[in-house]
């Protein structure tokens, strides 16, 4: 087990940029994956950006080229780097933990991410 305590969500204007971070409790690099999803109003949660054990990353073809994920081994902390947000970005994000088999899934609090002018 982990706990994931994620923060830097806020209100920011459409082009601009913010930075999500996930502190782990424990050493989140046993697991198969790190990753971001976010929940929008009325949506389901969907994966925004995925960071495996070796270091490979995925993202979601909305957020391709705009959003980069990361890691710092000796903080246990994952980031997501958001850059020229959009309106449709606004929603809640959260941290994740996954091992595929046996199936674990770890998560943060979230933190809301905002985007208007």
């Known amino acids: 087990q982990v706990q994931l305590v994620e923060s830097g969500g806020g209100l920011v204007q459409p082009g601009g940029s913010l930075r999500l971070s996930c502190a782990a409790s424990?050493?989140?690099?046993?697991?198969?994956?790190m990753g971001w999803f976010r929940q929008a109003p009325g949506a389901q949660r969907e994966l925004v950006a995925a960071i495996f054990r070796g270091g490979t990353t995925h993202y979601a073809n909305s957020v391709e080229g705009r959003f980069t994920i990361s890691r710092d081994n000796a903080k246990n902390t994952i980031y997501l780097q958001m850059d020229t947000l959009k309106p449709e970005d606004t929603a809640v994000y959260y941290c994740?933990?996954?091992?595929?088999?046996?199936?674990?899934?770890?998560w943060g609090q979230g933190t809301q991410v905002t985007v208007s002018s």
């Open positions: 424990g050493d989140i690099f046993n697991f198969y994956q």
């Open positions: 994740n933990a996954h091992q595929p088999s046996p199936l674990v899934d770890e």
